[in-house]
Structure formats: C-alpha cells, structure tokens
C-alpha cells in the first residue's frame, strides 16, 4: 500500500468516525428496519459495482445508485453501507484492497455528499413538491453524482500520472456524456417506487411536506 493509498483509508476512516455519532448508532443497533435497508442498499450496490466497463484499469465505469442510497438512509448511513459492498468486491477482486480508500472517497463521499448538498438545496429554494423531489433531487441527483464522481477520478488518474490526460479524455471522459441518462433513470425509478409503495422507508421524504397531507 502506497502513502497516497494509506492516506485516503485513512482519511475514509475518519470520515465514518465523524459522520457516526453514538445515537444514530444506537438508533441502528435498536431499530431492525435501518439495519435491513442498511444491509439490503450494500447488496443491491454489490451487482451494480461489479458489473463494469472501460479500457484500461482505473478507469472504468459502472452505475452508482447512491443517490437513492442516500435520500432512503440519509447521507450519515449512506456512508456506512457502502463499507460492506467494497470489502465484499475486494474479497472476490473486482477492486485491490489497498485502493479501498480511494474508492470510498471518490466513489462514495462524493457521490453521496452531492445528492445531499442537492436535497438541501431544493429544500431550501424550490417548491416542497413530489415531481421537484422526484426530478431534481433523485432524477438530476443521480446524473450529477456520476459526473463528480467520473470526474474526480479522471483528475486522480491525470495528476497521479496514472496515465496520459490524452488516455483519459479520449477511454474515459468520452463515456461520460453515455452514463448520465441511464444513472439518472435508475435513481429517479428507484425513488418514485419507493415514494410510491414504501414512503415511510425514505428518510428524505415527507406526506405532509411533498403531498401537502
């Protein structure tokens, strides 16, 4: 493990350590139905991770999911769930385990920390509605996550000198544009059906607020 690859783990560590205070780990540790959409979010993540596509090693893509993580446990659990899908990749070597800490920063601070800072912002500054929630917030949220998160990683790899900026333009950054639809898709379903059939699983979503009842 290299010093930049020890530095992110570590950093990632003390990221869950800030973002974990004791009560919501005790609210989880009491409360069965977070400890099985916590469960149930990492393996769902799992198929979705494993199944990627790219040229060289490093830069490949997949689809994220994260932004429906995050609006169904909030951006504190939707850091923590995520933990058990990478061990379980590394386990079976989809990722190397020393990139670890890596991944869960580009791969899953960023995404998640986008769709929140999103959510707040609708919250604050547009109409408390069920399509502003369903379309910005989950639909436009999962669109944008995926960019910050292709994005930061061609970065790592052009400034680490991982590869040539002109590799990562032409096998990478080309297959952004291709990402953006189908990310978004997925989220925005994901969170009508969930708004829909089970409103009281989504920790972002309010009756009273977004159905005025």
């Known amino acids: 493990m290299s010093e930049g690859q020890a530095a992110a783990l570590l950093l990632w560590v003390l990221l869950l350590i800030f973002s974990l205070r004791g009560t919501l780990l005790r609210t989880l540790y009491h ?29 490949d893509v997949h689809f994220l999911g994260l932004t429906s993580l995050t609006l169904l446990l909030g951006w504190r659990l939707a850091l923590l769930a995520p933990c058990l899908t990478l061990l379980v990749l590394s386990y079976f070597g989809v990722i190397p385990l020393a990139e670890i800490g890596w991944q869960a920063l580009i791969g899953v601070a960023l995404p998640v920390a ?3 800072l999103l959510f707040l912002a609708s919250w604050a500054w547009l109409p408390r509605h069920l399509f502003v929630y369903l379309f910005v917030v989950a639909f436009l949220g999962g669109a944008l996550s995926i960019s910050v998160k292709v994005v930061a990683s061609a970065l790592l790899m052009g400034l680490s000198d991982t590869y040539p900026w002109y590799t990562i333009s032409a096998d990478y950054l080309s297959i952004w544009p291709l990402l953006l639809f189908p990310e978004a898709l997925l989220n925005g379903m994901t969170m009508t059906l969930l708004a829909i059939y089970r409103p009281h699983w989504v920790n972002t979503f309010f009756d009273r607020e977004y159905l005025g009842r």
Do not use: D, F, K, S
Not at 33 to 58: D, F, K, M, N, S
């Open 31 to 59: 409360n069965p139905l977070y400890q099985h959409l916590c469960l149930g979010g990492a393996i769902v993540l799992v198929p979705l991770w494993t199944l990627r596509a790219g040229l060289h090693e490093g830069l």
């Open 114 to 116: 986008t769709t929140w």
